[in-house]
Nanobody, 119 residues
Framework: QVQLVESGGGLVQPGGSLRLSCAAS????????MGWYRQAAGNERDLIAN???????KYEDSVKGRFTIPRDNAKNTVYLQMNNLKPEDTAVYYC?????????????WGQGTQVTVSS
C-alpha cells in the first residue's frame, strides 16, 4: 500500500515562507512525475508545480519566481518551497505522484495540508 504524507502547512504572514514536504511510503520501486496542487475554498484543484524524474520543472504563472519544487529521490520526497507568500496563496495543498510498485504505475494523492496567509 503506497501512501503520500504531507506536512509543513500552517499560518504565515504575507511575505513569509513555508516549506511543504510530501513523503511517499510503502512498496515503491520508482517514482515518476511528482506535483503539487492547491484548492482554495470554492475553487477547483489546480496544478501549480511539477517535477519529472530527471528534474525538469514547470510552474503555474502565479507562483513562478516565488515557489520551487525540489525532490529528493533517495528519500522518496518532494518539497514545495514557498517564498513571498500572498493572501491569495491560501488553500489546501495536495501532492500527487506516479509510483511504480513493481507491477504497474499508479497515481496517488496526499491527504492535503492547509496553508493560510494572513496578517
Amino acid at each position: 500500500q503506497v501512501q503520500l504524507v504531507e506536512s509543513g502547512g500552517g499560518l504565515v504572514q504575507p511575505g513569509g515562507s513555508l516549506r511543504l514536504s510530501c513523503a511517499a511510503s510503502g512498496t515503491i520501486f520508482s517514482i515518476g512525475y511528482m506535483g503539487w496542487y492547491r484548492q482554495a475554498a470554492g475553487n477547483e484543484r489546480d496544478l501549480i508545480a511539477n517535477i519529472t524524474t530527471s528534474g525538469s520543472t514547470k510552474y503555474e504563472d502565479s507562483v513562478k519566481g516565488r515557489f520551487t519544487i525540489p525532490r529528493d529521490n533517495a528519500k522518496n520526497t518532494v518539497y514545495l518551497q514557498m517564498n513571498n507568500l500572498k493572501p491569495e496563496d491560501t488553500a489546501v495543498y495536495y501532492c500527487n505522484a506516479n509510483i511504480w510498485s513493481g507491477s504497474r504505475w499508479s497515481n496517488h494523492w496526499g491527504q492535503g495540508t492547509q496553508v493560510t496567509v494572513s496578517s
